[in-house]
């Protein structure tokens, strides 16, 4: 059946919305906002690396649907200061050199990491306001106030002429914030009262009825937990989370404790809070972690780094007894003022258990809820954000699927159409038009890791080599032949790491030995070295699964003289 085209009709203006990341997990945020050519950027988080992704230490946006889309962009805007909304900046801001809107103190941390990379001079900021407006492109931006677990946070309110989208970054409806900077409700209504398009939503608490704790519920549970310990009280929390550091030093302060801030990302982060008006810390009550030694024990309070387990980090370290100032005592009370993110959850529960055999005394939210609240908003704060907004269509954003659908559910309970709500995985593709929204297709995404100072360079196959190493050992074979006749000189040398002990496996190593002369014999007509590496590695693969039932990594070697 032939089509009929028409022209001269005007085309459709389209709003386009991508999550390059945090739909389908927690972390690694960043969002394409996109409106004829003009485009501005979410966040630009990192998130952590499974156990299996041996040797990455963090996972970033995959930005290649901007490659040709750079001269489009007008800039990133950011939500707030967590290194899942910012984490990947340093990484990816070379790449997409545009302005950075955020506000006072999320551009302080942003600043630091920049810096440390090396990227910090070629890099423009606008500090923001909350309800102040900002021009990028065809995009009216307006930020406005939300109540999270670190201050300065903000969400957006993105405006096109096909209408207004509202971007809440992560909140809650916290009525008494550490801060005192509520959730914008004014800001929000009247958005609400003049049509919404569509509200993109965190949601990473609707499995949660009710409503979310105060942060300031958690007063009272340090203050109780440093008047009981006899000895001294170890905080470890997120190093970005500003209002817990600050809950622990007020507690300490009403209990004549000082205070040492252990780890170099949280030293940072208290730093440029302090420096900026953000924290709150008496300058007697801090000391320097090198010069703990002398206080009493029931006179100090650790806030540490390191709650997720992290390598290397400053928590992970005294868990194994390898950090330079700090020893676990028989009694030390240690406090887990968050709770592992998905995935991380082994690697906490090992330092956990780690920190129990050194005699210290761990709570942690498996036994107890009373030192950690969430930032994000439960059932109730999230209806209420959809009966404030009132959003033609819904997007929930930020979450795992199964939270995302939970949202949906509780939406649709309140009468917002099944059909109006867009569930996606980072890539999706939502586009609207002045009349309708719909799913656009998939762009393909993958994940992008960082491995020290190389980005994108550990692709699938560096990760399976480091998977067999990891769990199957490697065998190099070195076998040395004559430059003219190309007959063995002497006997295959074999060298085995993570598979076998050599000295005890003599009989398995002279077997090994006579395969390889073997696949040598065979190999004389192919005049190709590659290939006879190739059968070697085959035969001797085959060999050693046969008599182990394991797969190490074979690795030939042909020197010629």
Same mark, same amino acid.
């Given at each position: ?73 007008? @800039? =990133?805007? &950011? #939500? ?5 909304? %910012?984490?990947?900046?340093? $990484?990816?801001? *070379? ?59 903000? @969400? =957006?309110? &993105? #405006? ?5 989208? %509202?971007?809440?970054?992560? $909140?809650?409806? *916290? ?387």
């Amino acid at each position: 059946m032939s089509r009929k085209f028409k022209f001269g009709r005007k085309k459709k203006e389209k709003l386009r919305f991508i999550p390059l990341g945090g739909n389908g997990q927690v972390t690694k945020n960043m969002f394409v906002y996109e409106y004829k050519d003009d485009i501005v950027l979410v966040d630009c988080g990192m998130g952590f690396p499974s156990e299996m992704l041996y040797g990455v230490d963090m996972v970033i946006p995959d930005i290649s649907y901007l490659a040709d889309k750079r001269q489009k962009i007008r @800039g =990133f805007l &950011i #939500t707030h200061g967590h290194e899942d909304h %910012i984490g990947a900046l340093p $990484y990816i801001i *070379d790449k997409i050199s545009v302005p950075i809107y955020a506000t006072k103190l999320v551009t302080g941390l942003i600043k630091v990491r920049l810096k440390e990379a090396g990227k910090l001079a070629n890099t423009n900021f606008v500090q923001i306001e909350p309800r102040k407006k900002y021009q990028l492109g065809a995009f009216s931006v307006e930020p406005f106030q939300v109540s999270h677990s670190i201050p300065d946070s903000v @969400g =957006f309110a &993105i #405006t096109t002429p096909l209408g207004t989208t %509202i971007h809440t970054g992560d $909140y809650k409806f *916290d009525p008494s914030p550490i801060d005192g900077r509520t959730t914008d409700v004014e800001c929000l209504t009247k958005y609400g009262n003049n049509r919404v398009l569509a509200l993109m939503s965190d949601c990473l608490r609707s499995e949660k009825p009710g409503t979310t704790l105060s942060e300031s519920s958690l007063k009272e549970r340090f203050d109780e937990a440093m008047r009981e310990a006899s000895g001294r009280v170890i905080i470890t929390t997120f190093s970005s989370n500003v209002s817990r550091i600050q809950q622990a030093v007020d507690a300490s302060l009403k209990h004549n404790r000082k205070v040492a801030i252990i780890g170099r990302s949280m030293e940072q982060n208290a730093q440029v809070a302090a420096e900026l008006g953000y924290l709150r810390v008496p300058a007697d009550i801090l000391v320097n972690v090198a010069k703990i030694e002398g206080i009493p024990d029931q006179s100090l309070t650790l806030v540490v780094a390191g709650s997720q387990g992290q390598p290397g980090s400053a928590l992970s370290r005294i868990a194994s007894g390898e950090h330079k100032y700090v020893t676990i005592k028989e009694g030390d009370l240690i406090i887990f003022s968050a709770d592992p993110i998905p995935g991380n959850q082994d690697a906490v529960y090992e330092m956990i258990d780690n920190l129990s055999r050194l005699g210290a005394v761990v709570k942690y939210s498996d036994i107890t809820s009373d030192f950690h609240v969430s930032g994000h908003g439960a059932q109730n704060e999230l209806l209420l954000m959809l009966s404030l907004t009132k959003p033609k269509y819904l997007v929930p954003i930020s979450a795992m699927h199964r939270q995302m659908h939970q949202f949906a559910q509780l939406a649709q309970n309140t009468g917002v159409p099944r059909q109006n709500i867009f569930i996606v995985d980072e890539g999706g593709i939502i586009e609207f038009d002045q009349n309708n929204a719909w799913i656009a297709g998939q762009i393909e995404t993958t994940n992008v890791f960082v491995d020290g100072i190389g980005v994108g360079d550990v692709g699938s196959i560096v990760l399976r080599d480091r998977k067999v190493l990891a769990e199957e050992g490697i065998v190099v074979v070195i076998v040395t032949v004559h430059k003219k006749t190309n007959h063995l000189i002497g006997e295959p040398e074999i060298i085995s790491r993570g598979f076998v002990y050599m000295k005890e496996s003599e009989v398995l190593i002279n077997q090994a030995r006579g395969v390889i002369k073997k696949s040598l014999d065979s190999g004389k007509k192919i005049k190709n070295w590659l290939s006879v590496k190739e059968k070697i590695s085959e035969d001797l693969e085959r060999f050693l699964f046969k008599k182990t039932a394991r797969r190490p990594m074979v690795l030939p070697v042909i020197v010629d003289v």
